[in-house]
Each structure stands twice: as structure tokens, then as C-alpha cells.
């Protein structure tokens, strides 16, 4: 079993807590069903130049699939269900007893593909290009159809990765094409 405390796991709750990355992350999950983990795994890859190919990306959603559908989707699915009804003191109580049970099954969601992505060899470049490189790739494999409707939740993921980079830095790194790699 891959350690549940990771450089991932650190970077994932420090940019998670960042403004509006939240947010942004929930949009993109409720709004696109996209994960969640898989977005911050694009970012803490670009945050060390990692650049994903279109192989790389297809093991990444095959194994947050994997432990995605049938742990952390019942969970959530769960949370959900009762938060109409957090007004009783036990149901409340209960449903936050669920939340902590659902981020844990992410925090094990992360370790898998810690392990899976940590040893990957950095490509060079600026960490807000390889990114950005790296989110357009997952959505481009996932929702090829996605447009203008998401920039903005895309734009403030970024920009809470990335404090330091410029604005005009992270929107010209968000329009450009995804990569053709196909390792």
C-alpha cells in the first residue's frame, strides 16, 4: 500500500484551501462529473514540470476509476442524501461522520495515484504550462466537447495552483490545443 501521507496529498489540501479553488473544483466535478483528484493531480504534476502524455492520462482515470465508482460515489452519494435532513442534531452528526469517511477514501484515491505518477521524470518548461498542458489533455480525453463553459472554473483552479503566475501567463496557457502526445 502506497502511504497515505504524500507530497500529493500535502499539495491537494494546501491548493484545496486555496480561494476559489474549491469552488472551481466542485464546478468542474458537479457541473462536467470530473474528478476531482485527477485535477489536482494534473496541477501537482505541473507544479514539478511534469507534462502527462494521453497514455499517462488514460492510467490515471482508469485507476481513479477504479476506486472512484464504487468507494468515494456511494459516499458522496450518501453525504448528499442527507444534507436535507442535517436539521436533526444525529442526522447531522451522522452526516459528518460520512464526510470524513469520503474525504478519507480520497486521501487513499491520492495515494494510489501518487504511487502510480511520482516517479515521473520532469519535461522542463514553466509548472503553469505543463499544468495547464496537463488539465486540457484529461478534459480533452474525457469531454472533447467542453468549451467556454468551463474556462472560468479552469481559470481559478489555476490561478489558486499557481499564485505566482501572471494572469495573461495562465489564460494563454489555458488556450492552447492539447497536447498530440501519444505515449
Not at 484515491?109 to 505543463?130: D, N
Request: proline content about 5%.
Amino acid at each position: 500500500m502506497h502511504s497515505l501521507d504524500n507530497p500529493f496529498w500535502a499539495y491537494s489540501l494546501a491548493t484545496y484551501a486555496k480561494d476559489s479553488a474549491a469552488a472551481a473544483c466542485l464546478d468542474l466535478q458537479d457541473g462536467k462529473e470530473l474528478d476531482v483528484n485527477l485535477l489536482l493531480l494534473c496541477c501537482w504534476l505541473g507544479s514539478r514540470s511534469v507534462k502527462l502524455t494521453r497514455g499517462d492520462v488514460r492510467r490515471a482515470i482508469k485507476l481513479a476509476d477504479e476506486w472512484a465508482g464504487p468507494v468515494i460515489a456511494p459516499l458522496r452519494a450518501v453525504r448528499r442524501h442527507l444534507k436535507p435532513l442535517s436539521a436533526d442534531p444525529d442526522l447531522a452528526a451522522f452526516r459528518k461522520q460520512v464526510a470524513a469517511l469520503e474525504l478519507s477514501a480520497e486521501q487513499f484515491q491520492q495515494a494510489r495515484l501518487h504511487g502510480a505518477f511520482c516517479e515521473l521524470a520532469e519535461s522542463g518548461g514553466a509548472p503553469v504550462r505543463a499544468a495547464t498542458a496537463n488539465l486540457r489533455l484529461y478534459l480533452s480525453l474525457t469531454h472533447p466537447e467542453a468549451g467556454e463553459e468551463i474556462q472560468d472554473s479552469l481559470l481559478k483552479l489555476v490561478r489558486a495552483a499557481f499564485p505566482d503566475a501572471s494572469e495573461a501567463d495562465i489564460v494563454s496557457a489555458l488556450a492552447a490545443p492539447a497536447s498530440n502526445q501519444t505515449r
